[in-house]
């Protein structure tokens, strides 16, 4: 494209090569006067957070998506929110919502006492699942541990219920066979 193409923001021309119409529209930061940046400006003082990538800079804003401290030079501004460049690039995934292993565990254990056959499946079930979410990383919204001691205590009930239950049958079968 030629330089006389480039100097306003939208130009309508015609290619000089192959004739066809052409809407160009350019970015105004081309034609922004370059400004300075005062260093002093952007310097760490004593006490205040620094940058994630540059520690030696002041931090200005927060990322949106990952919480990290940014430097005007390492933030990107979108809409009303501010990103670092690895959200931007998608190399941070946005977390938006966690498993919630206890609830799962719970709900496995309490759910089938209404539906009692259930239980063969679901105790065992529950138990593993409350092992399986100790060490995950817990919701956003900070719980504590009491919810797997409550699945695990209960489904260490019911499948202790259970074989009692088979002990029962496997009792009342051979006193009836004799």
């Not at 940046?37 to 949106?64: M, N, P, V, W």
């Not at 931007?88 to 966690?98: F, I, S, T």
Request: hydrophobic share 45%; with cysteine; net charge positive.
């Amino acid at each position: 494209m030629p330089d006389w193409l480039l100097k306003d923001s939208h130009v309508s021309s015609i290619c000089p090569r192959c004739q066809s119409a052409l809407d160009v529209y350019c970015f105004p930061s081309l034609y922004k006067a370059e400004e300075k940046l005062d260093a002093a400006q952007f310097a760490l003082a004593e006490g205040d957070a620094c940058c994630y990538e540059h520690g030696t800079k002041r931090a200005h804003s927060i990322c949106s998506n990952c919480g990290r401290f940014l430097c005007a030079l390492c933030e990107v501004p979108l809409g009303r929110e501010t990103f670092c460049p690895d959200c931007l690039n998608g190399r941070e995934a946005p977390v938006l919502q966690r498993t919630k292993f206890d609830s799962i565990a719970l709900a496995l254990a309490t759910w089938p006492l209404f539906i009692f056959y259930f239980v063969v499946i679901t105790a065992p079930l529950a138990f593993g699942m409350a092992i399986y979410g100790w060490k995950k990383p817990s919701s956003l919204v900070r719980r504590s541990r009491w919810r797997f001691y409550l699945a695990m205590g209960i489904s260490l009930v019911e499948m202790a219920g259970v074989v009692a239950l088979v002990v029962f049958l496997v009792m009342q079968v051979k006193g009836q066979l004799r």
